[in-house]
T-cell receptor, first 112, second 115 residues
């Protein structure tokens, strides 16, 4: 079965530290890739997406992600995190004709 | 612009009771979805409707039924609630019909507790 794996369940960082959250998927062929974020008490919001083209994608709030097809990965990065980045982050993947499947999520806690 | 609206926000049920979660979107989106979110499990797709008049099962459909009442509304029904259905339920919609490169817009969630 197709699956999405997020390697880190809980990441704890200090402000200004760099962030990288891993995401791997098991699909073959062309994929659509997403990162969603859920801030405390809020609903999920789109952080960034990749459909085609430049594999380095820039999203909101200084986040970026790189699609590496050979590694089936779509890791999320941010050079310098802020306290306001504390949230749960979800990687999601689908292909044409299939519904979006989410990873189990990574909780990011940033201390000021 | 309200986006995706879910009701109720909170509900407590006893085992065996039934209830319906309502979802409506005002963005003229074609596709609608129901997910459940459980700690450590992420979001799992229950049912989806790729277009008005169609519904399909997702990863975890057992114990649920859905109705795509019209283009705006997509309801989720629990016929006989079980404690395992205690969860936060999210409705979402996307502009594109069918499934594919769709960006989902989520509602605020409905927290359901089954005793």
């Amino acid at each position: 079965a197709q699956s999405v794996s997020q390697h880190n369940h809980h990441v704890i960082l200090s402000e200004a530290a760099s962030l990288e959250l891993g995401c791997n998927y098991s699909y073959g062929g062309t994929v659509n890739l997403f990162w969603y974020v859920q801030y405390p008490g809020q609903h999920l919001q789109l952080l960034l997406k990749y459909f085609s083209g430049d594999p380095l994608v820039k999203g909101i709030k200084g986040f970026e992600a790189e699609f590496i097809k050979s590694k089936f990965s779509f890791n999320l990065r941010k050079p310098s995190v802020q306290w306001s980045d504390t949230a749960e982050y979800f990687c999601a993947v689908n292909q044409a004709g299939t519904a979006l499947i989410f990873g189990k999520g990574t909780t990011l806690s940033v201390s000021s | 612009n309200a986006g995706v609206t879910q009701t109720p926000k909170f509900q407590v049920l006893k085992t065996g009771q039934s209830m319906t979660l309502q979802c409506a979107q005002d963005m003229n989106h074609n596709s609608m979805y129901w997910y459940r979110q459980d700690p450590g499990m992420g979001l799992r797709l229950i049912y989806y409707s790729a277009s008005e008049g169609t519904t399909d099962k997702g990863e975890v459909p057992n114990g649920y039924n859905v109705s795509r009442l019209n283009k705006r509304e997509f309801s989720l029904r629990l016929e006989s609630a079980a404690p395992s259905q205690t969860s936060v339920y999210f409705c979402a919609s996307s502009e594109a019909g069918g499934l594919g490169a769709n960006v989902l817009t989520f509602g605020a969630g409905s927290r359901l507790t089954v005793l």
